[in-house]
């Protein structure tokens, strides 16, 4: 499974850069993740709204349950480089 520059917008091969410089990445088994995982969001709104999430929706909703994770949970770019 690859990995890969990723934009901010979704668009893959596009070097966007975090604020240290290091490159922002997705990749093959996080995507497959993802794309489970939105399957499973959009049967809940369905069944439970009558209707999909907009896109709007989904990226406040990964706000919003990723602002629960613990700090170690997710990197600080800044960090990283602090270590390298």
Do not use: C
Not at 40 to 62: H, Q, T
Not at 70 to 75: F, G, I, N, W
């Amino acid at each position: 499974m690859g990995y890969w520059n990723t934009g901010r917008d979704g668009a893959s091969f596009v070097l966007d850069l975090h604020q240290d410089g290091t490159p922002m990445t997705w990749g093959d088994a996080p995507a497959d993740v993802m794309d489970t995982a939105l399957q499973e969001i959009i049967g809940v709104f369905k069944e439970d709204l009558g209707r999909a999430p907009s896109l709007e929706e989904l990226i406040a909703g990964l706000r919003f349950s990723a602002g629960g994770l613990q700090d170690d949970d997710l990197t600080d770019p800044a960090k990283t480089a602090e270590r390298n």
